[in-house]
C-alpha cells in the first residue's frame, strides 16, 4: 500500500510545487508521468508476484478517498493554473495542463473506476463526481452497466474488434458508450418502478453544466477552454486504456447464441511494476472483469492463462496513437487468443 500511496500522490505534490515555483520546476509532474514511469518499469522490468487475494489490505478504500479528494483540488489548481493569474509563462501553463491531464487520465481515472464498484453509496457517488467532473460521467454507467456485461463483444461500445484503429475506436466509443449507458440506467430504473429524477444521466449532464457555468464565472472564456482541453485530453487517456486493455480480444458464441462467460483471455495485462502501482494494479485487468469486486492490491496475474501486453500499458497507449504500428505489434497477438 505504501508503494500505491507514493506512486499516485506524488505526481499531484509535483504539479502543485510547480505551480508554485514555476520555471523548469513546472515539468516535473510532465516528467514524472512520462519518463520516470518509463525508466522504473524498464529497471525492474516485470513483477509477477501476486498478493494474498483474500487479504483485506488495510487503508486501500482510505488512499481511493484521499485520491478523490486530490483529484477535485488538482483539477480546480491546474485550471487555474492554466487559465487563470497564476504568473505562469505560456510554456509553463502548457506543461502544467498536460502533466494534470495526464494525472487524471491515468490515476484519478483508476481511482474513480475502483471507487464505482464500491459497495458504500458514498464511494460510489464520489467516483461518479469524478468522472463528471472531466465531463465524461456516463462512464460510470457505461462501465458497469454495459462494459462489464458485454465486454468483448459487439455489444460493447468500449471493446475494439481486431483490425480497428485507435481514432475510429473513440470517435465511435463515445457516443455509443453514453447511449448505450443511458439506455441501461433507464432500463433499471423502469424494472424498479422508480421515478425518473433519480436517473443517474441529470448528475452526469447537469454536473458537467454546473462546472463549466462555475468555470466560466471564475475564469471566463480562457477558463472554460481550458477546462475543456485537460478534461478531453484526460478522456483521451480514458478511452486509451480500454482500447488497449481489450483490443482484439473476442467473446465467443454458444450454439444457442449467448456469449461464452468473460474469462481471463478476453483482456490485455500488464505486469510491469510501477505503471502498476500508478494506475491502482488496472493493467491486471483479466482479474478484475473476471472477480469485478476484488480490491485493486489483490488483482492476480496469470501468464499462462491471460494475454499479456509486450509493453507496459502506459508506452503501449502511446504505441496506440500510430494505428500502423499497433497493427504491426498487435494483430498477431491478439489472433493467437481468438
Given amino acids: 500500500m505504501l508503494l500505491f500511496a507514493i506512486a499516485t500522490l506524488m505526481p499531484a505534490v509535483l ?15 510532465l516528467i514524472y508521468m512520462t519518463v520516470l514511469v518509463a525508466f522504473l518499469d524498464r529497471l525492474m522490468a516485470r513483477e509477477t508476484v501476486n498478493a494474498d487475494p483474500e487479504a483485506e489490505f488495510p487503508g486501500s478504500t482510505a488512499l481511493l478517498a484521499s485520491l478523490g479528494a486530490v483529484h477535485f483540488v488538482l483539477l480546480g489548481l491546474s485550471v487555474w493554473a492554466v487559465a487563470g493569474h497564476s504568473g505562469l509563462g505560456i510554456m509553463e501553463r502548457v506543461l502544467i495542463g498536460l502533466a494534470a491531464a495526464l494525472v487524471f487520465g491515468q490515476i484519478s481515472h483508476p481511482a474513480a473506476h475502483e471507487l464505482i464498484h464500491k459497495p458504500a453509496r458514498a464511494l460510489r457517488l464520489m467516483g461518479r463526481l469524478m468522472y463528471t467532473s472531466l465531463l465524461i460521467g456516463h462512464h460510470a454507467s457505461a462501465h458497469l452497466r ?12 468500449n471493446s475494439a474488434p481486431l483490425g480497428m484503429g485507435f481514432y475510429r475506436f473513440a470517435l465511435r466509443a463515445g457516443p455509443r458508450s453514453f447511449r448505450a ?3 441501461a440506467e433507464t432500463a433499471m430504473l423502469t424494472r424498479a418502478d422508480r421515478p425518473m429524477w433519480r436517473h443517474p444521466y441529470l448528475l452526469y449532464i447537469g454536473g458537467a ?9 471564475g475564469l471566463g472564456l480562457p477558463g472554460v477552454l481550458a477546462y475543456l482541453a485537460i478534461s478531453l485530453y484526460a478522456q483521451l487517456q480514458i478511452y486509451l486504456s480500454d482500447y488497449v486493455q481489450h483490443y482484439g480480444l473476442r467473446r465467443k458464441r454458444r450454439d444457442n447464441g449467448s456469449l461464452e462467460p468473460v474469462g481471463p483471455q478476453h483482456s490485455w495485462n500488464a505486469p510491469h511494476w510501477f505503471s502498476s502501482a500508478v494506475t491502482l494494479n488496472a493493467p491486471r485487468h483479466s482479474d478484475h472483469h473476471v472477480t469485478p469486486s476484488r480490491p485493486y492490491p489483490g488483482l492476480q496475474l496469470n501468464p499462462d492463462r491471460m494475454p499479456f ?17 499497433w497493427r504491426r505489434i498487435m494483430d498477431k497477438r491478439a489472433a493467437r487468443w481468438g
Fill in 146 to 157: 454495459v462494459h462489464h456485461v458485454h465486454v468483448g463483444s459487439d455489444g460493447d461500445p
Fill in 15 to 29: 504539479i502543485a510545487l510547480g505551480v508554485i515555483h514555476g520555471g523548469a520546476v513546472a515539468a516535473l509532474g
Fill in 209 to 217: 453544466v454546473a462546472v463549466l457555468l462555475l468555470t466560466g464565472t
Fill in 309 to 325: 501486453l509486450p509493453r507496459p500499458l502506459p508506452v503501449m497507449a502511446a504505441i496506440a496513437l500510430v494505428p500502423p504500428l
Fill in 181 to 183: 449507458g443511458l439506455t
